[in-house]
């Protein structure tokens, strides 16, 4: 190990050198074989044509807000976007019929996403209270799945998502798969 800097105050580097081993080659498969890909649920890769369908995008992360707005956008989605809780609800509740999905975060400051859930499933239909809702957060775990569910959510989907992965559920809320 080495370490050496330019001087107090300006930071320094340290360089570890850690000895490379062989891999036996029969050891690689093995490897493999505990991965369980079988459970992993397929992705369609034939997205049809998303033209059309209308999604309400919904963090308190205007890069996440972009990211996902860019990456339906490329499949021809009409993505809105609203930075809160409360945002969307006055969004979703003064034209309900400008919506088909909703994307929405759970992790945001002041109102979360399963407070925007519990206030849209208390609205009737021709308010917007059955859009089909996506919970599209860093909350992973199997219990936050569960519990997205239960609150209202039709699909939990952890972040980070592949743009394939996120039409192809947006596709499937919209009714074309």
């Known amino acids: 190990m080495d370490a050496e800097s ?52 919904v963090d308190d ?25 409360s945002e969307a609800l006055s969004m979703l509740t003064a034209n309900p019929e400008k919506y088909d999905v909703l994307l929405s975060d759970i992790g945001m400051p002041d109102q979360n996403g399963y407070a925007l859930i519990r206030q849209i499933r208390a609205l009737s239909a021709e308010a917007g209270g059955q859009i089909p809702a996506v919970a599209l957060t860093a909350y992973a775990r199997d219990i936050d799945n569960r519990k997205a569910i239960a609150m209202g959510f039709q699909i ?22």
Do not use: C
């Open 6 to 57: 330019p001087g107090e105050g300006q930071g320094a580097t340290f360089t570890v050198r850690l000895p490379l081993t062989d891999i036996a080659q029969s050891a690689i498969p093995s490897l493999w074989e505990a991965v369980d890909l079988a459970n992993e649920p397929a992705v369609p890769t034939d997205i049809p044509s998303l033209k059309g369908v209308r999604v309400l995008i």
């Open 61 to 85: 992360e205007s890069d996440m807000r972009y990211l996902f707005k860019t990456m339906l956008e490329q499949y021809g989605v009409e993505a809105s976007t609203a930075a809160s809780a």
């Open 156 to 177: 939990h989907a952890p972040k980070p998502i592949e743009s394939v992965k996120l039409a192809a559920i947006v596709a499937s809320l919209a009714g074309l798969l």
